[in-house]
């Protein structure tokens, strides 16, 4: 259940990462800069705010809104850069999930490493420490969020 919870948590913060663009100017071209996808810097303002009442409407499914968003592209002319930019996320989304995914697999191996060093009674707490921090410094993201996020969660007060 925990692990459910874990890779939930990595996954909601995948998503608010790529997640809905906010419309702020701030600099730029004709003094704005339009936050959200690079493709709105080749868009009017009026556009812009098009685009985004498009993509935070609740009432419309992903599938309308993406056909909406196709015809807006169309309407501005920047099919292309929608496309491409599309692409890219989907590209970004399915390496973050293969990378979750391996992290997941991996997960109970490493804290079986980690509940070993922590059950041997012969250690010393430095000794301890030591010998979890190595496994942690080998570790990539997100397996080590996520051991970090178990670890934390079986004992939410600290050390046991």
């Known amino acids: 259940m925990q692990q459910l919870v874990l890779v939930f948590t990595v996954l909601a913060f995948t998503s608010a990462h790529f997640g809905p663009f906010h419309l702020g100017f701030f600099g730029g071209r004709e003094g704005f800069f339009r936050r959200g996808p690079p493709f709105l810097r080749n868009v ?3 556009a812009a705010f098009q685009y985004f009442q498009i993509t935070n409407n609740g009432t419309l499914s992903k599938a309308q809104t993406q056909a909406a968003v196709g015809s807006w592209s169309a309407a501005n002319n920047i099919t292309d850069e929608v496309t491409a930019y599309n692409t890219q996320l989907q590209q970004q989304q399915n390496t973050t999930r293969t990378k979750l995914n391996s992290a997941v697999a991996q997960l109970p191996t490493v804290l079986t490493q980690i509940y070993s060093i922590e059950d041997n009674q012969n250690l010393t707490i430095v000794q301890e420490r030591q ?8 570790l990539t993201f997100p397996l080590n969020a996520l051991v970090g996020s178990a670890l934390k969660e079986e004992r939410p007060f600290g050390r046991k």
């Open 44 to 46: 009017t303002r009026q």
């Open 131 to 138: 010998q979890i921090g190595s496994i942690f410094a080998n």
